[in-house]
């Protein structure tokens, strides 16, 4: 049986752990390369190299970023003191695309859900904690998703904010429920903006 050569293979198995792509895909992208395109693989190749050197994490909001602290953080015109509680930096995206909030960040880089291995020690639920307790904070707003995790996870810091005596508001009702924030339209983001309430 005739197998495809090392390189080829490693790229399909490389491919296929990425979220959504099963290995049939991988191949079909991995020969889609190979057949016509080399010069896009030599500028995903460059594309990837510099996502892993110029990356990394706002030691404030854990936000992705080029420097340390990032834009948001470092920008004295937002407004400090509300902190908007996001899973994934693709919300921050999402939410400064529709432009309806002056506040920061702090994003979780996940929810709790113990089925699948997500407890509190594996988010940055620590690290919102000791950022409220040390500086200004008047507002945390959970913008988690409106599924059963992000309900949960905006309860569970709920009881740990509660006793720090800071408001904490939940984004209005007009996110489709079960759905994701990072796929939410300026309408209805800026309406859940608006409507969100004190929980
Ligand atoms: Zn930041």
């Given at each position: 049986m005739?197998?495809?050569?090392?390189?080829?293979?490693?790229?399909?198995?490389?491919?296929?752990?990425?979220?959504?792509?099963?290995?049939?895909?991988?191949?079909?992208?991995?020969?889609?390369?190979?057949?016509?395109?080399?010069?896009?693989?030599?500028?995903?190749a460059?594309?990837?190299?510099?996502?892993?050197?110029?990356?990394?994490?706002?030691?404030?909001?854990?936000?992705?970023?080029?420097?340390?602290?990032?834009?948001?953080?470092?920008?004295?015109?937002?407004?400090?003191?509300?902190?908007?509680?996001?899973?994934?930096?693709?919300?921050?995206?999402?939410?400064?695309?529709?432009?309806?909030?002056?506040?920061?960040?702090?994003?979780?880089?996940?929810?709790?859900?113990?089925?699948?291995?997500?407890?509190?020690?594996n988010?940055?639920?620590?690290?919102?904690?000791?950022?409220?307790?040390?500086?200004?904070?008047?507002?945390?707003?959970?913008?988690?998703?409106?599924?059963s995790?992000?309900?949960w996870?905006?309860?569970y810091l709920?009881?740990?904010?509660?006793?720090?005596?800071?408001?904490?508001?939940?984004?209005?009702?007009?996110?489709?429920?079960?759905?994701?924030?990072?796929?939410?339209?300026?309408?209805?983001?800026?309406?859940?903006?608006?409507?969100?309430?004190?929980?």
């Amino acid at each position: 049986m005739q197998t495809a050569p090392a390189s080829v293979t490693r790229l399909i198995e490389e491919l296929a752990e990425l979220p959504g792509i099963g290995r049939k895909t991988a191949a079909r992208l991995t020969f889609f390369l190979l057949r016509n395109q080399l010069d896009l693989a030599e500028r995903l190749a460059e594309a990837l190299r510099e996502l892993k050197e110029r990356t990394r994490f706002c030691s404030v909001c854990h936000n992705i970023t080029e420097e340390n602290p990032c834009p948001i953080c470092a920008d004295p015109g937002r407004d400090h003191s509300i902190i908007c509680v996001v899973e994934e930096p693709l919300d921050v995206l999402a939410i400064e695309q529709a432009g309806v909030y002056k506040g920061v960040y702090h994003v979780l880089h996940g929810v709790l859900a113990p089925s699948e291995g997500m407890f509190v020690e594996n988010l940055r639920i620590g690290e919102l904690m000791a950022r409220i307790r040390s500086s200004d904070v008047d507002e945390v707003i959970m913008a988690t998703n409106p599924t059963s995790e992000g309900d949960w996870t905006a309860s569970y810091l709920l009881t740990r904010l509660r006793p720090l005596g800071v408001r904490v508001t939940r984004l209005g009702r007009g996110l489709p429920v079960g759905g994701d924030l990072e796929y939410a339209d300026v309408v209805t983001l800026t309406r859940a903006f608006e409507g969100r309430e004190e929980i």
